[in-house]
């Protein structure tokens, strides 16, 4: 593995496509009329969760900055423009199970106190806390463009919790937000947004209160993270009511987003239980893919409702394609892009966090770091920190997941395919398509494109590739242009690469 210092340098019309068999010829056809219909069919582009990493790396001015240009800078890097900043509940400071070097996450509360009087929760704030979070934030909305930030929340403040701890309740599947204290945690993210936007010229274009909520993974005393269960329906609602009621009065225009389930399946439960009062304050749909599997249900559901949809979070340690060595993960990362990308069709596509592994010698906070990753196999994230060498390690899941994220920008239009292809028409009408093709032979492709008007024969088909490993593949090469003839054009795929085309208008 090399290491790299980051140095800024269709239903009718689709058809199942899976590049990953033999060698035979495949017929591609793309239809305009198969244009996603979510957020007026706008895709509003492609981000990472800030939890944990940037608390991780954001005391360092220097990782910060490599971070910020190889994720945002849309020239050089990847062009990330969402970005999902973590309000931290905070925990208990007497408690110090959480076991992990970056996921401890700093609240913003100093001196709770509960007003026997009043009934009502008490706390002072000291805004120095979470300065490493907001550090890497900073730096990265001053190198992007066209730059999103949405905060959420993992857990209330222990204090506000039934089990007073942050990572969870006694029993993992009961609710842990006390049930007195709901406009409380509603006040404190209302709290935090605000200052945000008046103190820091930082606003939220959007509020998620709760993540991945009916599930049994949060737990008092875990060794991994924040996490609050809440009930579907009644209790997922109130926070809601809660929280939209809270925005209102501070009189501040905020995209109410949730539930952020796990599961697409579970967010399609979470979503139908709703009370109608609830429906009616959320404004868009944030869902996770890491399980579920029906994708048109909930696309469906959420259309029904007249909602916008997210793919908020997703990432996993699997690898995908025949002998594809430092492929793998990338094949995989790049599969379940398409997957959702078509499935799902979601303005938005955003990546867990982007760097999941740490090496130092000295650790952090008495804790050890993970590491350098086994970039042969599965691993989460796409590049890993090295603070003892103030580096960037990038590998081939970053490079992959760029031949999506460099060419479909904010303010394209997807066009649904299936299988292991994702299609958008950019701003300037061109039309961007990535192939990802995971099997060991090479794969000739054919793009037919005789749906589309604007392309006549002749139209030049720039293309950019990555295969390989790191130290002697390609990273978004630029390849010889193709050109289309009367109907489209005709691709060969090398074995285990994205592949991208974008056919000029």
């Not at 700093?106 to 979470?130: F, H, I, V």
């Not at 701890?165 to 937000?177: E, I, V």
């Not at 002697?472 to 994205?498: M, N, Q, R, Y």
Request: charged share 20%.
């Amino acid at each position: 593995m090399r290491r790299n210092r980051w140095i800024p340098l269709l239903m009718a019309g689709l058809l199942a496509f899976p590049l990953g068999a033999g060698a035979e010829d495949t017929i591609l056809r793309l239809d305009p009329a198969q244009k996603s219909q979510i957020h007026d069919g706008v895709f509003e582009g492609w981000g990472t969760s800030l939890c944990w990493w940037a608390n991780r790396l954001g005391y360092s001015d220097t990782l910060a900055r490599m971070a910020a240009e190889a994720f945002c800078d849309p020239v050089h890097g990847l062009g990330l423009n969402i970005l999902r900043y973590n309000i931290g509940g905070g925990d208990d400071p007497e408690h110090s199970h959480i076991t992990r070097t970056d996921s401890m996450i700093p609240g913003y509360w100093q001196n709770p106190r509960y007003d026997e009087d009043s009934g009502t929760w008490l706390w002072d704030y000291d805004w120095e806390q979470d300065r490493n979070q907001r550090n890497v934030l900073e730096k990265c909305l001053a190198c992007g463009k066209d730059m999103i930030v949405e905060a959420f929340s993992n857990s209330p403040p222990y204090f506000l919790t039934n089990s007073g701890c942050s990572s969870g309740a006694r029993r993992a599947f009961q609710d842990n937000l006390r049930s007195d204290a709901y406009e409380a945690f509603a006040l404190y993210l209302t709290d935090v947004a605000e200052h945000f936007e008046k103190e820091w010229n930082i606003p939220f274009q959007s509020i998620s209160p709760m993540n991945e909520p009916d599930t049994n993974y949060w737990g008092a005393g875990s060794s991994k993270q924040e996490g609050c269960h809440f009930d579907p329906g009644t209790s997922q609602s109130r926070m809601l009511l809660c929280l939209a009621r809270s925005l209102e009065e501070r009189g501040l225009d905020i995209v109410l987003a949730g539930t952020d389930e796990t599961s697409i399946d579970t967010q399609a439960l979470s979503l139908s239980r709703l009370t109608p009062e609830a429906l009616s304050v959320l404004d868009r749909v944030d869902t996770h893919t890491y399980g579920g599997s029906n994708r048109e249900f909930l696309r469906s559901q959420v259309l029904k409702a007249g909602k916008n949809l997210w793919m908020s979070e997703v990432d996993g340690g699997d690898t995908l394609g025949q002998n594809a060595g430092e492929m793998g993960a990338a094949l995989w990362l790049s599969q379940r892009i398409c997957d959702d990308l078509n499935g799902l069709t979601p303005s938005a596509w955003v990546l867990w966090q982007i760097i999941d592994s740490h090496i130092c010698h000295d650790g952090y906070l008495g804790r050890k770091d993970t590491g350098m990753v086994n970039v042969g196999g599965g691993y989460w994230g796409c590049a890993v920190a090295d603070h003892d060498r103030e580096e960037l390690i990038l590998t081939m899941k970053y490079y992959a997941l760029g031949q999506f994220t460099r060419f479909i920008r904010p303010g394209s239009r997807l066009i649904r395919l299936s299988g292991s292809a994702a299609a958008a028409l950019d701003g300037d009408g061109n039309l961007v398509l990535v192939l990802v093709h995971s099997g060991g032979d090479e794969k000739t492709v054919r793009v037919d494109l005789s749906a589309f008007d604007f392309f006549p024969a002749g139209s030049v088909v720039e293309v950019f590739r990555t295969s390989g490993s790191m130290a002697e593949g390609e990273h978004w090469k630029e390849l010889e242009p193709l050109s289309t003839d009367e109907s489209g054009f005709t691709a060969a795929l090398i074995p285990c690469s994205v592949t991208t085309f974008r056919v000029m208008r």
